[in-house]
């Protein structure tokens, strides 16, 4: 049996984004569209059993129907493929208050063949061609649907989440007691696991989240465990799989060095025997990009400089969202030009460019000496803080000793005559 496990869509985040000329959509929801596609160009040309996905399916609890249509068209393909399709709700899919549907509730209850929603925590049978298997399902924990007003009125939120996942933990393990071992079986959980490494979710979180041990949801009853809402790809336990899809596209430059895309999960079984093994699949995701340069106070051309650390990174630069961090004295910030900037990162998707203006620093002499100073040593220490190079300093010590040492005989010159 072949699974495709992936999560976080996140249709309708449009940060570093533009107008597209020909869609007038947003780019960067042509970004999570195109990723999109080839996972669905995938599972169809792989002929898997079983697409799971993990749950926040947009940015909004209310997406636009623009977002709606666009995500149907792909889950269109996959039901006219004959591939069944399980849509687990994350916390983004929840709706503002208690009765009303979650941003995936339509496929649902317009009984589109082959998608399957997990709207509540329960145990769902899915037929596929290679015969039946058992997702046992743990959307994002709505705290008003698990537990009593009275219960945490009186709890600080620390403590509601604790009551929280002791709920979540004795409601899954309840679950599974009743579980059929004879069928594979997998565990669909949008939740936070102690021990994941966060990605660019930490922008879009408000407030703390629920959090489980992974001890709690490794159960040897499951042959592998499918996770969404952290969205950096990674696996927590080998035995069973625990595992992060992570998100399918870079959202912010958190993201910026991570691989995205999906994994490809396989369940053999050999008699009562089953054996799990699992491969992540890249996908083409929009690059981010940073570009971090120092100008120091002896540079003389800061542009080149700048220029010069764009041009090294030219082949990423082209079609990438890109951040140029320029740290620079004030005393040079008036040579910058921003034509020349917009000229050489004309390839990129997207720019922004930060500029930190160091303030010139006026120690006092006296602060950088426990001693009374000679002339000559005041001088070296004045150069040494204005950073002056080492061979400019050279040159003016040189000069700087024979004329304070013209000085010194001069003035012994004239005590000597008052004499």
């Known amino acids: 049996m072949k699974i495709l496990h992936f999560a976080d869509l996140h249709l309708g985040v449009e940060t570093y984004g533009s107008p597209d000329p020909a869609t007038g959509l947003s780019s960067r929801l042509l970004d999570v569209l195109k990723v999109l596609d080839e996972v669905v160009e995938f599972a169809i040309a792989s002929r898997v059993d079983l697409v799971l996905f993990c749950g926040d399916a947009y940015r909004s609890r209310d997406p636009s129907q623009t977002q709606q249509r666009e995500f149907a068209k792909r889950l269109r393909r996959l039901s006219e493929a004959k ?21 995936v509730e339509i496929f649902d209850t317009l009984a589109v063949s082959h998608i399957y929603v997990g709207n509540r925590l329960g145990v769902y049978r899915i037929p596929t061609r290679q015969g039946e298997i058992q997702v046992v399902a743990l959307p994002w924990a709505r705290r008003s649907m698990l537990l009593s007003r009275d219960e945490v009125k009186n709890l600080s939120i620390d403590q509601v989440n604790e009551r929280l996942q002791e709920t979540m933990t004795h409601l899954l393990l309840e679950l599974i007691a009743g579980l059929n071992s004879g069928l594979p079986t997998l565990l669909a959980a949008h939740v936070s696991v102690s021990t994941a490494r966060p990605g660019s979710e930490r922008s879009m979180i408000i407030g703390r989240d629920p959090v489980l041990l ?50 490809v999960v396989d369940i053999e079984s050999s008699g009562r025997e089953r054996h799990t093994s699992y491969e992540f699949h890249r996908v083409n995701a929009r690059r981010f990009v940073t570009v971090k340069v120092i100008v120091e106070d002896g540079d003389v051309n800061p542009a080149a ?29 008036a040579s910058l030009r921003d034509v020349e900037l917009s000229k050489a990162l004309k390839g990129a998707h997207y720019v922004t460019i930060a500029k930190e203006i160091r303030q010139e620093s006026r120690p006092r002499l006296s602060q950088r000496a426990n001693h009374k100073l000679t002339a000559a040593e005041a001088l070296k220490l004045y150069l040494e803080v204005k950073k002056v190079p080492q061979e400019r300093q050279r040159v003016l010590l040189e000069y700087g000793e024979r004329l304070i040492g013209e000085v010194e005989r001069r003035r012994q010159e004239q005590i000597e005559a008052g004499r």
Do not use: C
């Open 83 to 103: 591939i069944p399709v399980f849509l687990l709700v994350g916390n983004h899919d929840l709706p503002s208050a208690v009765g009303r549907a979650t941003a």
């Open 214 to 263: 992974p001890d709690v949801i490794a159960q040897p009853v499951f042959d592998y465990v499918a996770l969404g809402h952290i969205h950096k790809q990674q696996v927590l336990l080998q035995a069973p799989p625990v595992v992060y899809a992570g998100s399918l596209e870079r959202f912010d430059f958190g993201d910026e060095d991570q691989d995205k895309g999906f994994y």
């Open 305 to 333: 400089v700048i220029l010069g650390a764009i041009a090294r990174q030219q082949a990423k630069i082209n079609d990438a969202i890109v951040r140029v961090h320029i740290s620079l004295p004030a005393t040079l910030e």
